[in-house]
T-cell receptor
């Protein structure tokens, strides 16, 4: 079974600053994938970033990057130059040969 | 290209009533999923389908049934609604493979009184 733990229910960041959201996971699969999804107040789920576990290089998408520590089973999301539009729930998720498993989410507030 | 759509967007039911949620996708995706989202619980998988005519149970399947008669549609049924099924329901779809990016619908807020 796969599990995902997001230990920070809520986080806040000043506009233009950097924030890191934590995620740890557990899986018995050797080949798996990790995701961060964003859910703004509109409720729409949006993919932020995806990481293949076999790749050592950390994924980046513009202001979003991850710190993937495979041995520690850690997959944190860093948001640089935070913007008001980044305010949302963020979900970490893992999948391999079984369906996607989500963490409980971190609510990010951005302070102007 | 509408992506993933869900019908209805809101619904209020009385305990014991039945209803069907409809999910449609126009991206020719093989895989489709139904999730429920409850406060503080993240998204939990109810059922999923890896192709037309197939269904499989997820983490929380009890009290729900699904059907995938057409590739583009995935129906979620509640035969006898209970207050514990009050939730926001999301449908998603993806190309072949469980590791592919999932595209989500806008959600359906269901309240069971």
């Amino acid at each position: 079974a796969q599990t995902v733990t997001q230990s920070q229910p809520e986080m806040s960041v000043q506009e233009a600053e950097t924030v890191t959201l934590s995620c740890t996971y557990d899986t018995s699969e050797s080949d798996y994938y990790l995701f961060w999804y964003k859910q703004p107040p509109s409720r729409q789920m949006i993919l932020v970033i995806r990481q293949e576990a076999y790749k050592q290089q950390n994924a980046t998408e513009n202001r979003f990057s991850v710190n993937f520590q495979k041995a520690a089973k850690s997959f944190s999301l860093k948001i640089s130059d935070s913007q008001l539009g980044d305010a949302a729930m963020y979900f970490c998720a893992v999948t391999g040969n079984t369906p996607l498993v989500f963490g409980k989410g971190t609510r990010l507030s951005v302070i102007a | 290209n509408a992506g993933v759509t869900q019908t209805p967007k809101f619904r209020v039911l009385k305990t014991g009533q039945s209803m069907t949620l409809l999910c449609a996708q126009d991206m020719n995706h093989e895989y489709m999923y139904w999730y429920r989202q409850d406060p503080g619980m993240g998204l939990r998988l109810i059922h999923y389908s890896v192709g037309e005519g197939t269904t499989a149970k997820g983490e929380v399947p009890d009290g729900y049934n699904v059907s995938r008669l057409k590739k583009q549609n995935f129906l979620l049924g509640l035969e006898s609604a209970a207050p514990s099924q009050t939730s926001v329901y999301f449908c998603a779809s993806s190309y072949w493979g469980l590791a592919r990016e999932q595209f989500f619908g806008p959600g359906t807020r269901l309240t069971v009184l």
